[in-house]
């Protein structure tokens, strides 16, 4: 592996690791519907504001949402929306280690 590829294959780990949470993955599957609030979020999440704050931090430092403030609150939306094709991706895996074990 040269340089260039290391460096890539670095980046892909990081943005990975950004997605490897289930509140994480919940908060971007909520904002494919629209823009969210921290407020609205961690009501849905059912987790203090700080813990959400915090994985929506990793989410844009990860470049996957964007945040805008807008009078006393915060406002975010998907900034790749692309990421959305790796829940099905998932899902077909899921789908497929289910069926194997389903052969056992």
Known sequence: MDEIEKRQFEELARISKAL????????????????????DLTEMIGVDIS???KHLTILKNAG???DEKRGNCVYYKLQCRCVLSMFSCLTDV???????MNEI
Do not use: G, M, P, W
């Open 20 to 39: 490897a949470h289930a509140s994480r993955l919940f908060i971007i599957h909520k904002l494919d519907e629209q823009e969210y609030c921290v407020k």
């Open 64 to 66: 996957i949402i964007t």
């Open 51 to 53: 813990t959400v704050s």
């Open 94 to 100: 899921i789908s497929t280690n289910r069926e194997r």
